[in-house]
């Protein structure tokens, strides 16, 4: 300081030629430039942004990768250890499918496409998986189920693989910033951070996934079992142990060569689907983006060797959509799950009640349950559970639950209403009315696993019934009460065998309900006279429209000047003359069919 201070003297104020010399010392940074800097808002939030941002890439992320890593070495942990006892009794796991065999067989090899695992709802699927996932190392399993939105649908993402620090709390921090070096300029509302979210979701999972295929490919293989405990903490605490154990184990078992697969399941990723196609305009782009990327992050794991991954789907028509995308269309395995057969359904049931039980229960149940393994169960749950109820109590019980669910989603609160049941439901009461009476009169009955099931062709009745709407067809598979699957084997009423795409009841205890809401002969009556002032409505409308052009009709011709025109507009009246002809012949029979209606006529008429 002392000789900066002399050179100062010595040098300042000096004259050279044409310059002058000045010399002079900033003053020394300190605190109160530090309190300045700090005053600067919109200086803080960009350090504090690019903190968040080397902290994100040094630090959060390994930590990301490290618990997904070990979310993915534990394995699916399955149900609460509280239920096990009652899930190892269920049907799905004391009982060895033909679609088991065939979805282990395909998870036992090296993974190059994705398994698309379909079938009814309430068939087994997602307990099928639980069992095939039950303890296995490197399976993850995302249940879709119940997501309405694109966010509910990453929370359960984040749950399901370990995906810790999730979102929360940097979101939450992110905002802060962004309000902040915005200084309240209006950002585009384009910017959604969701479609981040679920890429970096993915990539942390794939990269994961990518480094246990490294070390761990082979067979399936499982972990010790864990032992049971009355007490929750020493439940928990031998839990722990248990996957240590396995952790350790499993590296052992890899450097002798008994390694395994990893597995990605999207449950219910159906209902992911449909949920998506509800959203509304602005938010439809978001949830197409949101599918894609799952689509193609199931693509690029599976077809590259890394794990296996398997969307599950209930019904034909996302089945379709699962298919239409480009990344699938030439890597996709098709497993469907059907109904069991009979001596299977026995067996269940005379193992459960015993063979006294068994022997009365056996016709009865496939009768009206028809091999579904849920109903089934249900039915063998009451009779252990409620003291002296008889199977035929029981059965009936479980008919009345379905008969009311059935009409209450069907037709509305107010069953006998022409109005649609739901403000979003696609269909009209009267069409899935008159499918019911279809269903109920058909003889033709499609064949799986020796039971015979009603049901109808799929084009003659989209034509028939629906006037080719098929969106309404569809919304009455997606609410359960119809189910359409191609290339059924089916039997006509003379008994010889066809293949083609089919429409049933969504189970054989629906179809169950569905004759006993057409042999009740009120409830028959009044659902009639719904459909037929439904027609009524209908055609009244389509004749007051065709009198209104008839009429516009026969005042141009009286204007036409040219020969030509006139005679193409008397042919136009001429052909609405013979319509309206037919629809009063139609309205007529309508009319009368009203009438013979007794009971319940004088709600509808005066």
């Known amino acids: 300081v002392r000789a900066a201070i002399a050179v100062r003297s010595c040098l300042h104020g000096k004259q050279l030629p044409d ?53 993915l070495l534990i394995g699916d942990r399955g149900p ?11 049907f799905a796991w004391t009982t060895t499918t033909e679609a088991e065999r065939e979805l282990r067989s395909l998870l036992a090899q090296p993974p190059t496409a994705v398994t698309l695992l379909t079938g009814d709802q309430d068939v087994g699927k997602s307990q099928l998986l639980q069992k095939i996932l039950y303890r296995r190392l490197f399976s993850v399993r995302v249940d879709c189920g119940g997501c309405d939105s694109v966010d509910d649908f990453l929370l359960k993402l984040e749950a399901a693989i370990g995906f810790t620090p999730s979102f929360g709390t940097l979101n939450a921090f992110r905002s802060y910033v962004d309000a902040v070096a915005t200084l309240g300029v209006k950002q585009n509302g384009l910017s959604d951070a969701r479609a981040g979210q679920l890429k970096t979701m993915l990539s942390t999972l794939s990269a994961s996934l990518f480094v246990l295929s490294l070390r761990y490919t082979g067979t399936e293989r499982r972990r010790d079992a864990e032992p049971r405990h009355a007490d929750d903490d020493a439940h928990e605490t031998a839990a722990r142990l248990g996957r240590l154990r396995a952790y350790w184990a499993a590296r052992q078992r890899a450097q002798t060569g008994d390694k395994a697969y990893a597995v990605v399941v999207l449950d219910n990723f159906s209902e992911l689907l449909e949920a998506m196609a509800r959203q509304s305009p602005a ?33 034909s028509y996302t089945e379709q959509l699962i298919r239409s995308y480009s990344a699938l269309r030439d890597c996709l395995n098709t497993v469907r ?139 009455l ?16 009423a003379s008994g010889q065998l066809h293949t083609g795409t089919r429409i049933s009841a969504a189970s054989p205890l629906l179809q169950a309900v569905f004759e006993r809401i057409v042999h009740t002969k009120v409830l028959a009556r009044g659902l009639d006279s719904m459909r037929y002032m439904a027609d009524l409505s209908s055609l009244e409308k389509v004749l007051a429209d065709t009198e209104a052009e008839l009429n516009t009709l026969r005042c141009v011709a009286n204007e036409s000047v040219s020969l030509a025109d006139r005679a193409a507009t008397l042919e136009r009246a001429a052909e609405l003359s013979n319509r309206i002809g037919v629809l009063n012949k139609r309205i007529a029979d309508t009319q009368r069919h009203l009438s013979r209606i007794k009971g319940v006529k004088p709600l509808y008429l005066n």
């Open 283 to 315: 938010e439809a782009a978001k949830a197409r983006e949101l599918l894609e990327q799952i689509v193609a992050f199931s693509s690029a794991v599976a077809t590259s060797g890394v794990a296996h991954v398997v969307l599950v789907s209930h019904n």
């Open 19 to 71: 310059v002058e010399l000045l010399v002079s010392y900033a003053r020394p940074f300190g605190w109160q430039d530090v309190a300045g800097l700090l005053g600067n808002t919109r200086l803080v939030a960009l350090l504090a942004a690019l903190t968040l941002a080397i902290a994100t890439v040094l630090v959060i992320a390994p930590i990301r990768s490290y618990f997904v890593t070990q979310t």
């Open 337 to 475: 799950v059907h109904d069991p057969a009979k001596e299977q359904v026995l067996e269940f049931v005379q193992r459960r009640l015993g063979p006294d039980v068994a022997g009365c229960v056996g016709d009865t149940a496939v009768g009206v349950l028809g091999c579904r393994a849920s109903d089934v169960e249900a039915l063998v749950r009451r009779v252990e559970r409620l003291p002296g109820a008889t199977v035929e109590a029981v059965l009936e019980t479980l008919v009345d639950e379905a008969e009311a669910t059935v009409l209450d989603r069907a037709f509305g609160p107010d069953r006998y209403s022409t109005d649609k049941p739901k403000p979003d439901a696609a269909w009209a009461p009267k069409q899935i009315w008159r499918v019911i009476r279809a269903l109920c009169d058909t003889k033709e009955r499609s064949l799986h696993n020796g039971v015979a099931r009603a049901s109808l062709d799929y084009e003659s009745t989209l034509l028939a019934l629906f006037k080719g709407n098929e969106r309404a067809l569809q919304g």
């Open 477 to 492: 598979v997606e609410a359960h009460l119809l189910s359409v699957w191609p290339d059924e084997p089916w039997r006509d």
């Open 80 to 90: 609460a250890w509280q239920l096990m006892r009652e899930l190892r009794n269920s």
